[in-house]
Each structure stands twice: as structure tokens, then as C-alpha cells.
């Protein structure tokens, strides 16, 4: 794996409903060497096959790192609530490790969990916010999916070091939050089908066709 | 890695034999009781109903302004269905009242059959 996928700075997973974005998800979330914690919702809206033991709150997830198990399937039917009281237990764990415990959080449509507003008050959209500019700082990386960026709170997508983008609506390539990124288009749509084109933050390609594994498709 | 989450995490307070499941509660060796989440989430599960633009038009004459009600606390509570602890309340009041009017058969079952023009999904049935 290349740095990108190793170290500690976040990244933005892009793209389409079906293009792959989640099933290469599903491969960094399982293959990761950090403790990879996928915060997934219950019911209808649960990403399926999400690989890693499956628990239910934060009581569950510390008996799993207690278990060193390190891909952690954290289920709830209220994702805005968890992703509050995952932070604080996070930062409490980062601070005990010293901060030298590499961890990822992955988040499947981000915009359900720090949408894009004007409200001063959204404690789901600030603990986002807070992954997104203060967890490098502590061995956290933030990785967020979504199919509608131009849903998402600015300031969160602004901190994605890493931009992996697969094939998007025309209405969001054009959005003028997609347009700052500065991606490489003709980089995107050279690729095949079901892969992504990876960016950092100044829109310079790293990789080209990243593509789940079969097994995670 | 020089830390392993097993270093850090706080050992459980009780030992767990085993992962936890989606749909049980958290580790065979939890503790006697849900957690509070777990509860809550429990009472107040909506699934499986029909969706709000299901339910039959309240205009219906035969079903009478009960369906109305219906329609109005779902959208009061921005809810898809009758939350279960509604539906156990309204169930085990149906079911205590129905065991009160068997001495009175003939009256109480007509009485009964014009009060249970209750929809289904409003917890006539009982089921949770």
C-alpha cells in the first residue's frame, strides 16, 4: 500500500452511486495496519459485508480493542449521536496511547453525518469537523464517503488530504466545491470502469485505476 | 505499530466469550440488561410499517377518523410507524379489556367489534 492509504492524513472518497467507491472502502477499512473503525448504520441503511467484528456501542468497541481486534464494524441506528461519543472516546484512547496508536475512521455518506449548513449548533457536524482538522494531530485518519460533496460541511472536505475520485454526475463535477479541488478529469475518465483516480489536495494524480479487490467488491 | 489497541482500550468489566452481533444484545457475557441504547432503541422501533404515504386516505368513510389520528401522530413524531412500546400498550389494553368483557359476551363482543375498527398497524393484533 502506498502512503496514502498507510498514513494519518484523511481522505475523501468520491464519486456516483455503484462506481466502487465502496467496495475499495471496504478493502482499505480490512487491509488498513491502523485500527480501522467503520461507523455503519443499522437497518436499511447498513453498508453490507463491512469485514471486522461488529459491535453496537462504544461499551462494544472497547471490549473489541480490548480483544486487539483491528477492524471494527460499529453499528447504530443513530450515526449523528455515535459519531459524538465516538470522538470523545477516541481522543481519550489517543491521549493513553500517547498518541502513538494509528487509528482510521471510516464513514459512509458523510453528508447523513456533518451535512453542509449554516446551523451553529450541530454537535454531529462538529465532532466531524473535529476528526477532520485536529485527528492527524492524534494518529487519527478520517475517511469519508460520499456521493454528493456539494451536501457535505465545507470545512470537513476542505481538511482531505487525499481526494479518491470515481465517476460523478456532471451537476457535481461542476459544483464549485468540486471545481476548487482542482481534480485531473481527463486523468478520471481515462480510467476503467468501477475504479478511482487518486488525488491530494493540489489535484496532482498519485494513482491511477485503484480498484477493489474481488473479494470486496 | 508499537501500541496495540489491546494496551490502551480499558479492559472489559466483564468477560466477553465472543464479538457482538447486529441483531443480539452486546456478548454472551455482558451484563444481564441491554444498555440504555439498546432499550431505547428497542422501544421506540418503528420497523417493519408502511411508509406514511401508505396509509389509506383518511377520507375513507369506512375506516372512520381513527385513521386520521393515525396519520397525525405519525407525522407529529416524524415516524414511519408506530413506535413497539406503543404498540405493546395498545395491545395489552385490547387484550385485558377483551378478558373483562367475557362475562358480558353478547353486548361487550358488538361493543368490542365497533372499538376494534383499530387499523392493524395501530396495534390491533398485539404483535411487537
Known amino acids: 500500500m502506498s502512503d496514502a492509504w498507510t498514513d494519518g492524513y484523511n481522505m475523501a472518497v468520491l464519486g456516483k452511486t455503484q462506481t466502487g467507491k465502496t467496495s475499495t472502502t471496504r478493502e482499505l477499512h480490512a487491509e488498513s495496519p491502523r485500527v480501522s473503525i467503520w461507523l455503519n448504520g443499522s437497518g436499511k441503511d447498513r453498508v453490507e459485508s463491512v469485514p471486522g467484528e461488529t459491535v453496537q456501542s462504544i461499551d462494544g468497541l472497547r471490549r473489541a480493542l480490548a480483544n486487539n481486534s483491528y477492524a471494527v464494524e460499529l453499528v447504530t441506528s443513530d450515526r449523528r449521536a455515535m459519531i459524538v461519543d465516538l470522538q470523545t472516546y477516541l481522543w481519550k484512547l489517543a491521549d493513553r496511547a500517547d498518541r502513538d496508536l494509528p487509528m482510521q475512521v471510516v464513514v459512509d455518506e458523510l453528508q447523513h453525518v456533518a451535512p453542509q449548513s449554516n446551523s451553529p449548533d450541530l454537535p454531529h457536524r462538529d465532532a466531524v469537523r473535529t476528526f477532520a482538522k485536529q485527528g492527524v494531530k492524534r494518529g487519527i485518519k478520517f475517511v469519508g464517503i460520499t456521493q454528493d460533496p456539494t451536501a457535505v460541511d465545507k470545512q470537513t472536505l476542505r481538511q482531505s488530504e487525499y481526494r479518491l475520485i470515481f465517476e460523478m454526475s456532471n451537476e457535481n463535477r461542476t459544483s464549485s466545491v468540486v471545481r476548487r479541488m482542482g481534480l485531473d478529469w481527463n486523468a478520471v475518465e481515462e480510467g476503467d470502469r468501477y475504479t478511482g483516480t487518486l488525488h491530494d489536495d493540489g489535484g496532482n494524480v498519485l494513482e491511477r485505476n485503484v480498484r477493489a479487490s474481488e473479494n470486496y467488491a | ?128
Do not use: C, H
Open chain 2, 1 to 128: 505499530m508499537s501500541v496495540s489497541p489491546a494496551d490502551v482500550a480499558e479492559a472489559p468489566d466483564d468477560s466477553a466469550d465472543g464479538p457482538d452481533g447486529p441483531d443480539s444484545p452486546e456478548g454472551p457475557g455482558a451484563s444481564s440488561s441491554p444498555t440504555t441504547s439498546t432499550w431505547k432503541e428497542m422501544l421506540f422501533s418503528t420497523e417493519p410499517s408502511e411508509d406514511l404515504g401508505q396509509v389509506e386516505s383518511p377520507w375513507n368513510p369506512d375506516r372512520g377518523g381513527i385513521t386520521r389520528v393515525y396519520r397525525g401522530i405519525k407525522k407529529m413524531l416524524n415516524v414511519n410507524g408506530i413506535p413497539a412500546i406503543a404498540d405493546v400498550a395498545i395491545g395489552v389494553a385490547e387484550w385485558v379489556t377483551g378478558m373483562d368483557l367475557e362475562g358480558d359476551a353478547q353486548e361487550g363482543e358488538s361493543d368490542d367489534e365497533s372499538a376494534e375498527g383499530l387499523p392493524e398497524q395501530f396495534g390491533g393484533g398485539g404483535g411487537v
